[in-house]
């Protein structure tokens, strides 16, 4: 008896409805993503086994080599906070100038200079050598009122949402202390980073993070 030939059936598979997801995936990570803001000053932070995360939200950070200090603040407060320190040391300041400083991630300038420092271009602002840093020694201490200004502009921002019934007040007790960490280099002189802890503490801040690198236990 013959045997009965089956046809064979071609096994091509249309990817064409997979590509198009592909690719508007592709488009929606792009388009949502956040491009990492380069550091003020880049520093090796000690290693730790440490794994707790900083919060997302709300925190200042305070970066310390080479005797420089830097500070990061949040996005929220930043216009509130330049204008504020601005006006307290009588240095008049343009709507452009709390525009531009809103956009930046970090700084590292004495007062009576950002607004020069400001006028570079972005990739000029973050050149090696060209921020000096925030003074903070006891003769020129301008990091002190940077922190506390910073730490007032984000009271006020929520006690706006307060009175506006955006938050309780368990919410505004929780967020209305600014949060703030201190990242400093491995290899930063002690009296350096006690110097900022100093500072922290003169205001009564004394609940503050210290950001560190991971490490194996067994390291």
């Known amino acids: 008896m013959a045997k009965v030939k089956i046809s064979r059936k071609s096994t091509r598979i249309d990817m064409t409805a997979m590509c198009d997801v592909a690719f508007l995936l592709l488009s929606f990570f792009v388009m949502t993503a956040t491009a990492k803001q380069p ?57 452009k100038d709390l525009a531009d400083f809103e956009r930046i991630d970090g700084f590292g300038m004495p007062l009576n200079k950002i607004q020069g420092w ?42 706006q949402e307060l009175t506006e019934g955006k938050i309780d007040t368990e919410e505004f007790k929780k967020k209305a202390e600014l949060s703030i960490a201190i990242k400093g280099d491995a290899k930063e002189e002690y009296t350096t980073v006690k110097r900022i802890i100093d500072i922290l503490q003169k205001q009564k801040k004394n609940k503050f993070y210290l950001v560190t690198g991971l490490r194996g236990k067994d390291f």
């Open 39 to 95: 550091e003020p000053k880049p520093v090796d932070a000690p290693a730790s086994t440490v794994q707790d995360k900083l919060p997302e939200d709300g925190v200042a950070v305070i970066t310390v080599g080479d005797k420089q200090v830097f500070l990061t603040l949040p996005r929220e407060i930043r216009k509130e906070t330049f204008k504020r320190v601005a006006d307290d040391k009588g240095l008049p300041v343009t709507d």
């Open 118 to 159: 400001l006028k570079l271009p972005p990739g000029e602002r973050t050149k090696e050598g060209v921020q000096e840093g925030i003074p903070y020694d006891s003769i020129n201490d301008q990091l002190s009122n940077w922190i506390l200004k910073a730490r007032e502009a984000n009271k006020a921002r929520y006690d």
